[in-house]
Nanobody
Framework: QLQASGGGSVQAGGSLKLSCKAS???????????MGWYRQAPGKERELVAT???????NYQDSVKGRSTISKDNAKKMVYLQMNSLEPEDTAVYYC?????????WGRGTLVTVSS
């Protein structure tokens, strides 16, 4: 449904930009949808990292606030998560989510590994 990419292994302090392509979401629906990035660290539950709603309002988990930026490109139906100053605690599988009026879309995660 959604294709996430951009994960990888970086050292602490590094940056990554995650991308998510929502090919199967109708463009008009995509524009109105709530976008989200979640993550799941080993042995932990999935948690919300960032959200973006259609009026441009963003919200971030406290631990990533000031270090991450969620954005989207409606024309390309892409959702992004720019992460800077990465910390080992950011190590997790990251999932993107498109919450449309008709249904929720999820994709396979992309692994981010941050070494100290």
């Amino acid at each position: 449904q959604l294709q996430a990419s951009g994960g990888g292994s970086v050292q602490a302090g590094g940056s990554l930009k995650l991308s998510c392509k929502a090919s199967r979401v109708i463009t008009s629906e995509f524009v109105r949808s709530r976008m989200g990035w979640y993550r799941q660290a080993p042995g932990k539950e999935r948690e919300l990292v960032a959200t973006l709603i259609n009026d441009g309002t963003t919200n971030y988990q406290d631990s990533v606030k000031g270090r991450s930026t969620i954005s989207k490109d409606n024309a390309k139906k892409m959702v992004y998560l720019q992460m800077n100053s990465l910390e080992p605690e950011d190590t997790a599988v990251y999932y993107c989510n498109v919450q449309a009026s008709s249904r929720d879309y999820w994709g396979r995660g992309t692994l981010v590994t941050v070494s100290s």
